[in-house]
């Protein structure tokens, strides 16, 4: 069973970056589309952006679009979020999952379109001069 684990959390000002990882604690993460996603207190969960399992297809929405990207290691079991041009409004808990019911070369963004489970407890993210 897919168990992830996200880290690389932290307080940035606005216009710096930040490197997320998403850690897989079994060897299975390649059978996996792994999303992004990050809530704020009193908003449903938003997706920020997925890859597909087989590292071809990648998707973001317009808030994040050219600023964020996810990449994956399928050797190290590992899904990084970079991202970068950081702002305010993008503080947030950021969570990864894992979607298995997709196919190789997709991916869903947003998280009720997919069949995400495996949800991490998430990494805090705060953007602030």
């Known amino acids: 069973q897919l168990q992830l684990v996200e880290s690389g959390g932290g307080l940035v000002q606005p216009g710096e970056s930040l490197k997320l990882s998403c850690t897989a604690s079994?060897?299975?993460?390649?059978?996996?589309?792994i999303g992004w996603f990050r809530q704020v207190p009193g908003k449903g969960r938003e997706g920020v952006g997925c890859?597909?399992?087989?590292?071809?297809?990648?998707d973001y929405p317009d808030s994040v679009k050219g600023r964020f990207t996810i990449s994956r290691d399928n050797i190290k079991d590992v899904v990084y979020l970079q991202m970068n041009s950081l702002k305010p409004e993008d503080t947030g808990v950021y969570y990864c999952?894992?979607?298995?019911?997709?196919?190789?070369?997709?991916?869903?963004?947003?998280?009720?379109?997919?069949?995400?489970?495996?949800w991490g407890r998430g990494t805090q993210v705060t953007v602030a001069s």
């Open positions: 890859i597909s399992r087989n590292w071809m297809y990648t």
């Open positions: 999952a894992g979607d298995g019911d997709q196919f190789a070369g997709d991916c869903m963004v947003e998280p009720d379109k997919g069949h995400y489970e495996s």
């Open positions: 079994s060897f299975v993460i390649d059978h996996y589309a």
